[in-house]
């Protein structure tokens, strides 16, 4: 049982660059979430989803895409990469309805230069 | 103490003795509080979460209190060990979406 699997584990992108992280989760749950985490800032929601097909915007959405074509599945998208968004990515998963705890990926450190 | 918002950076603590983390929220309407434990190059990792509907939980080694009052939350890790260092996160579900919003963190440093 692997939990949350985040790929890759460390990427260098120039300006302008395109990248897709990979999120994957053998937990069945039906909630899946993309933070990103800053020195200083705690995690913040870039987007999340509530089941296979549909997506949501949280905090800081702006830059970013997201799919969920499979349950087990959330990417994550950077169409041009932006020095703000050097960052550390965290994906995470839950259980159905509220009050249900996170549980989180390994992350992903992005560094754009 | 931290708080959704505000933190204590840094807390240092013998080991062997008690650490109090605290934290404060904003929003009366969360019902649901979490704290996550996360180390160095790893993702946050569940410690223990308790609902609205109550003001004091216990697990291993730990309790977590909440006052509704004054909003405020607290962890407490008895007879701390060095393997108990690293950056603790409270978080509070708005509920909705289950969306979690959390603190800055709290650096726990255990002096051997």
């Known amino acids: 049982n692997a939990g949350v699997t985040q790929t890759p584990k460390f990427r260098v992108l120039k300006t302008g660059q395109s990248m897709t992280l990979l999120c994957a989760q053998d937990?069945?749950?039906?909630?899946m979430y993309w933070y990103r985490q800053d020195p200083g800032m705690g995690l913040r929601l870039i987007h999340y989803?509530?089941?296979?097909?549909?997506?949501a915007k949280g905090e800081v959405p702006d830059g970013y895409n997201v799919s969920r074509l499979k349950k087990q599945n959330f990417l994550l998208g950077l169409e041009s990469a932006a020095p703000s968004q050097t960052s550390v990515y965290f994906c995470?998963?839950?259980?159905?309805?509220?009050?249900?705890?996170?549980?989180f990926g390994n992350g992903t450190r992005l560094t754009v230069t | 103490g931290e708080s959704v918002g505000l933190h204590l950076p840094t807390l240092s603590v013998q080991e062997g003795d008690n650490s109090i983390i605290n934290c404060a929220y904003s929003?009366?309407?969360?019902?649901?509080f979490i704290w996550y434990k996360q180390e160095s190059g790893k993702g946050p990792q569940f410690i223990i979460d308790?609902?609205?509907?109550?003001d004091k939980r216990q697990g291993q080694r730990v309790t977590v209190l909440l006052n509704k009052t004054v909003k405020h939350l607290s962890l407490q890790i008895a007879a701390t060990q060095p393997g108990d260092s690293a950056v603790y996160f409270c978080?509070?579900?708005?509920?909705?979406?289950?969306?979690?919003?959390f603190g800055t963190g709290t650096s726990l440093t255990v002096i051997p």
């Open positions: 995470a998963s839950s259980f159905i309805g509220a009050n249900s705890p996170l549980h």
């Open positions: 937990m069945n749950h039906e909630y």
């Open positions: 989803s509530v089941g296979e097909g549909t997506t």
């Open positions: 929003n009366s309407a969360s019902d649901y």
């Open positions: 308790i609902r609205s509907n109550m």
């Open positions: 978080a509070e579900n708005m509920n909705t979406g289950n969306q979690f919003y």
